[in-house]
């Protein structure tokens, strides 16, 4: 027992901290320890404008551990965007799900709503949530946006995005659907494969109130389950 319980250690140890452009600090939050096939990173927003997710991180950060299972909690990965200005893009302009290097384009320039940067990776916020996701290599990645009203996936992960969807019970439709340029999801279905990174689409406005233990069941349980083949 001692040496399962050794190699049960949360990385939460190793993982990385970063700053966004306004120096806001990201820092993600690990309840319990369990081996990257049991691992569930959980995004509450990344675009400043949909932040409906952050209510539903924190209080899957409130229910605490899950046995068998690490569930990590990066609140926001655009902090500037989602607890500062309110706008889609960070500080620079620059919309982060548009500027991680898989299958990038240069999109708008600064001011569009779109902007995906000069360059992959020309932005704090995205460089840190990559060096998040490889110190982690989670079994599972979700990130929530608005407003769609839809859990969304493709490649790879569509079968744990189905999984998710059923176990919402309901409260979302599931649709497969190719990924934007230099989208999160995009980077790390190909640099990691045999994982899932998929995104939740959630309704206009804020989730009510009833609805946010679902979700945060939901993200429980599919911790515990992992990746679906
Ligand atoms: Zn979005």
Do not use: K
């Not at 993600?28 to 320890?33: E, R, S």
């Not at 994982?195 to 429980?220: C, D, I, K, N, W």
């Amino acid at each position: 027992m001692l040496g399962l319980a050794t190699a049960l250690v949360s990385v939460a140890a190793a993982l990385p901290v970063g700053h966004s452009v306004e120096g806001r600090t990201l820092r993600p939050i690990v309840l319990g320890a369990a081996p990257p096939a049991h691992r569930l990173l959980v995004v509450g927003c990344i675009h400043g404008n949909e932040p409906a997710g952050l209510p539903i991180a924190h209080a899957l950060v409130r229910a605490g551990r899950v046995p068998g299972a690490e569930i990590v909690v990066l609140p926001a990965a655009n902090p500037d965007g989602c607890f500062g200005t309110g706008t889609r893009q960070n500080a620079h302009g620059v919309d982060l799900n548009r500027n991680f290097p898989s299958n990038w384009a240069r999109i708008g320039r600064r001011g569009s709503y779109q902007w995906s940067g000069p360059r992959p990776l020309s932005e704090p916020e995205t460089r840190y949530f990559i060096r998040l996701v490889a110190a982690l290599q989670p079994a599972v990645t979700i990130v929530f946006h608005q407003h769609e009203d839809v859990v969304r996936a493709w490649g790879e992960s569509v079968p744990t995005a189905r999984r998710f969807t059923a176990l919402l019970g309901g409260v979302l439709p599931y649709r497969s659907m190719q990924w934007p340029y230099g989208t999160a999801s995009n980077w790390q279905n190909h640099r990691y494969r045999g994982t899932a990174s998929f995104v939740v689409e959630l309704p206009a406005g804020p989730v009510p109130a009833s609805l946010v233990p679902r979700y945060v069941r939901a993200l429980r349980e599919l911790a515990r389950q992992g990746v679906a083949r």
